[in-house]
């Protein structure tokens, strides 16, 4: 349930802000700012794809039991 919110909240924020964003960068008339609006959301993906090589489970294929602790063992 948790990770459904959290990837809720996260498509909710990018789905509003991103084309508010985007408007705005085109809205300048400057194709420098678009291109630095599409370097920055690369090197956000650049940065999420790192923190996921840190911090991933290799999870494929296995239930959720298998590589959690549950809540309520200690």
Known sequence: ???A???AAGAAV???MAPAFYG???E?????MLTGGYLLAA????VAAA???RLGVDAEGQPLEAISRPLSGR
Do not use: C, F, P, Y
């Open 28 to 32: 300048t008339g400057s194709r420098w």
């Open 24 to 26: 705005a960068l085109i």
């Open 43 to 46: 090197a956000l993906m650049l």
């Open 51 to 53: 923190t996921e090589l």
């Open 5 to 7: 919110v959290v990837h």
């Open 1 to 3: 349930m948790a990770i």
């Open 14 to 16: 990018g789905g509003v």
